[in-house]
């Protein structure tokens, strides 16, 4: 008989064998690397967003203390006149910008940020600093009547720039997190092309938005009035529902 007969204990492999367990591990390997591309080039795309991680800078501004504290600054360059503000972590701004509506105050914080969406996470009490001034940029363009949209339900802090990705139930369980904490919410919509837009969901009459932190990364449907601050798109929420 003259069949090659493999021993794992001998230092050779007999040579057909060895032929064939050469092209087994090269097809492997070509499939494994076709694999690796397949789902690289079906992966959906990370939305932009910037978040200045360690970098603490001044900011200065008007607070706006509803329906959530806002710093309204002077146009610039980049088109962003409203900064939403967060706390460090999953949690809502400090609670000393309550009572300091209109007032121009200076502080330091983080910057986050997705196209013309910005937000600044707050650092320490020891850089603010308050005028006591009022100003008069406390107005806005007025509300643009009733609409009824239907998105995602998403976490603005992790969306504008912190996490990736910050959609989905991939990122679910710290949506519900952030949320919890007092983030702001808001509305994902997409249309035909993925193209994504986020409105920041508020109640009605500049109150806080009710609603269950579980429906994070879920489907719903929105009832409200549409505001738009500048570069800050805002939905007065009368109804919410899930949609999935």
Not at 90 to 118: E, M, N, S, Y
Not at 165 to 181: D, T
Request: aromatic share 8%; net charge neutral; glycine share 12%.
């Amino acid at each position: 008989m003259n069949d090659e007969f493999y021993i794992g204990y001998l230092d050779a492999c007999p040579p057909a064998t060895l032929r064939w367990v050469r092209r087994a591990v090269l097809w492997a390997a070509v499939c494994c690397l076709g694999a690796v591309v397949l789902a690289a080039w079906r992966q959906t795309p990370a939305d932009p967003g910037i978040f200045e991680f360690g970098q603490v800078r001044e900011f200065e501004g008007t607070i706006m203390e509803a329906p959530f504290p806002i710093l309204h600054v002077d146009l610039k360059e980049s088109g962003v006149t409203n900064y939403v503000l967060v706390g460090e972590g999953k949690h809502a701004a400090p609670t000393w910008f309550a009572g300091r509506h209109g007032h121009q105050v200076t502080f330091r914080g983080t910057l986050i940020q997705k196209d013309k969406l910005a937000m600044i996470e707050v650092a320490g009490k020891d850089g603010l600093k308050d005028s006591g001034e009022v100003s008069s940029k406390s107005s806005f363009v007025p509300h643009w009547g009733g609409i009824e949209l239907r998105g995602e339900l998403v976490d603005t802090k992790c969306y504008f720039g912190v996490m990736r990705p910050a959609v989905g139930k991939v990122h679910r369980a710290c949506a519900v997190r952030c949320l919890s904490g007092g983030v702001p919410p808001g509305l994902l919509i997409r249309d035909g092309s993925g193209n994504a837009v986020v409105a920041l969901l508020t109640g009605e009459d500049g109150l806080p938005l009710s609603f269950d932190p579980q429906w994070a990364a879920r489907n719903v449907r929105v009832r409200g009035e549409l505001e738009l601050r500048d570069n800050l798109p805002l939905i007065h929420v009368s109804q919410m529902v899930l949609a999935d």
